[in-house]
């Protein structure tokens, strides 16, 4: 594979139709010139310059490799004038996945808190199916609820997701008590489809874990769609704490087997392989790991999280930005 210098001289040629002024431009000699030249040629296997005795003239595979690399130079001069732009402002974009219910039910507001303590962040929040397919799309990182990460692929393990058995107050009135994991298969058993769902409940209690295969006649792949379900009275399903805890608070819905839970899920950051995560990446991961592990998961802004970060940001000259700032670019996006 040959590198970008034998390519940058075989463009510099091209462009004076000289191997001297090439040279002379690439402050080289015009032997090493050529050497890259010829070293280009030989490992693609034809010939891109025609040479005489006056001059130097692109073949027709030389012609279409030279537009080639000119597109991909102009790419590469706009990718070093938006990283310039962007340090010299003192800002980096961060491009996160998330899958689509979980992006909208409890990711707004934990990035809000995120914004407003580090100033000199944007982010391009887009939601995709699975969230992991944003890495192949070149995302800095995902954000996934699953019992276990793809294998091979790098991740962090933010908080875990726990899961409780709900029901209505108009549905237990009226059917059978629950009194084990075991009555659950003569329920109505709405079940999700998403993450860690599925027909086999995992519940785990002080006794022991217990893994039951329910049925019922509604199966969603939408947490909030599941949560509507279970208020409306239409059965009992396994829902994510964090999303039912007004409801409980209300009475609207009540815990049932309030010794069990599931306990199998957590929510993970994924990040390609080959990168460790960047500062301000790995800032955010901090500040995610902090709000989905504090007590109620409220809105209120970690102090942990919000302390690393004003420290960053002290460090990095924008203690007054921090107590001034616009709000930051915060985009959610949602493919149709």
């Known amino acids: 594979m040959h590198g970008l210098g034998h390519i940058l001289a075989f ?8 191997f001297t002024a090439a040279a002379e431009q690439l402050g080289m000699s015009k032997a090493t010139v050529s050497k890259q030249v010829a070293r280009l040629e030989a490992d693609l296997g034809v010939r891109l310059l025609k040479r005489t005795t006056r001059s ?6 030389g012609v279409r490799f030279y537009g ?16 310039r732009e962007s340090t010299s402002r003192g800002r980096e974009r961060l491009r996160i996945g998330a899958s689509t219910a979980f992006g909208r039910l409890h990711l707004a507001a934990a990035l809000n808190g995120f914004l407003e303590q580090a100033p000199a962040t944007e982010l391009d929040i887009v939601f995709a ?11 800095d990182a995902a954000l996934r609820i699953a019992r276990q990460t793809p294998p091979g692929r790098a991740s962090r393990r933010l908080a875990p997701w726990r899961r409780v058995l709900c029901a209505a107050p108009r549905y237990l009135e009226a059917h059978e008590t629950i009194a084990r994991p075991g009555d659950l298969v003569d329920h109505d058993c709405l079940i999700c489809a998403g993450a860690g769902g599925g027909d086999t409940w995992r519940l785990s209690g002080a006794s022991g874990s217990r893994s039951v295969k329910v049925s019922g006649r509604l199966r969603v792949n939408c947490a909030d769609t599941l949560r509507l379900a279970v208020r409306a009275g239409l059965g009992l ?13 209300a009475g609207e819905v009540r815990r049932v087997l309030p010794d069990y839970a599931d306990d199998s899920c957590a929510l993970y950051a994924l990040h390609p392989d080959s990168a460790a995560p960047s500062p301000k990446l790995a800032d955010l991961f ?8 504090a007590p109620g998961r409220s809105a209120e802004r970690p102090e942990g999280a919000r302390a690393r ?14 107590r001034g700032a616009r709000p930051r670019r915060l985009a959610l996006d949602q493919p149709p």
């Open 11 to 18: 463009m510099h040629v091209a462009d004076s139709h000289n």
């Open 56 to 61: 130097v003239a692109l073949t027709e595979p």
């Open 68 to 83: 080639r690399c000119r597109q991909i130079m102009a790419e590469l001069e706009a990718a070093n004038a938006e990283i």
């Open 129 to 139: 199916e699975p969230a992991g397919a944003a890495l192949e799309a070149g995302f």
């Open 237 to 249: 399903a396994l829902v994510p704490e964090v999303l039912v805890r007004d409801d409980l608070a």
């Open 286 to 293: 901090d500040f995610l790991e902090a709000y989905y592990r």
């Open 309 to 322: 970060l004003a420290g960053r940001a002290r460090a990095a000259g924008f203690a007054g930005a921090a």
